[in-house]
Structure formats: structure tokens, C-alpha cells
């Protein structure tokens, strides 16, 4: 890795870490002191993301009242927001099937609409 890589990684991490990161509880997905629904979710979209140099799957959500919650999989609550969109039904395709897909493009940078 590159000095410049090392230095973007950084800076990145340190942007990221003043903005409250996304969690999980239950069927709600949570930011610092606001909570979504996602049965109110009304779209969702996954590309993958230039991220310290490097591709990083990300889910962008919209919910009712123009809101949009991003999470990359480098978030803890990766795993916990795919199952719970797996078990609510809310995407056109389960999670494995879609990130098969995204992985597969080979970093081609094609979105992919899940709802």
C-alpha cells in the first residue's frame, strides 16, 4: 500500500468516525438518534463504492419523508440489515443473489435497483 493510500485510508476513517454510523435493532435501522422503519422503506439501491482505494459494497435505502441511510459492508450492521431485508421481503431478490450479482460485475460500477 502506497503512502497516499495510507494517508486516504486514514483521513476517511477519520471522517467517518465524526458521523454516527448506522445499526440494527430489530426492524428498525438506526442513526445517532433518529430510527427508520423499514417497512417504510420505499427504495433501495446497491453499488459498489470507491473506499480507501479499494471497491466496498454499499446499500443506499430511501424511506417515506426523503430520508436515505447508507451502509457498506465494512459497517457492523451489515450482516444484520441483510437479514432483516431478507426476512421482510423488502428487495426484488434475496441478498445472496443480488451481492452475487454486484460482485460478479467486476467492479463495472452498475448499480442495481432492489426496489
Known amino acids: 500500500m502506497s503512502l497516499i493510500d495510507r ?3 486514514v483521513f476517511v476513517g477519520w ?3 465524526r458521523q454516527p454510523r448506522p445499526s440494527v435493532r430489530g426492524d428498525m435501522v438506526v442513526v445517532g438518534d433518529q430510527h427508520f422503519a423499514l417497512t417504510d422503506l420505499t427504495g433501495a439501491v446497491a ?3 470507491d473506499v480507501y482505494a479499494g471497491l466496498a459494497i454499499t446499500l443506499t435505502l430511501s424511506f417515506a419523508g426523503g430520508r ?3 451502509a457498506t459492508q465494512q459497517d457492523a450492521c451489515w450482516n444484520d440489515l441483510l437479514a432483516a431485508l431478507d426476512r421482510l421481503r423488502l428487495t426484488a431478490t434475496p441478498s445472496r443473489d443480488w451481492l452475487v450479482k454486484l460482485v460478479a460485475g467486476g467492479g463495472r460500477g452498475q448499480p442495481i435497483v432492489l426496489r
Request: aromatic content about 8%; charged content about 25%.
Open 7 to 9: 494517508i486516504n485510508r
Open 15 to 17: 471522517l467517518r468516525s
Open 47 to 49: 453499488y459498489e463504492a
Open 68 to 70: 436515505t441511510v447508507t
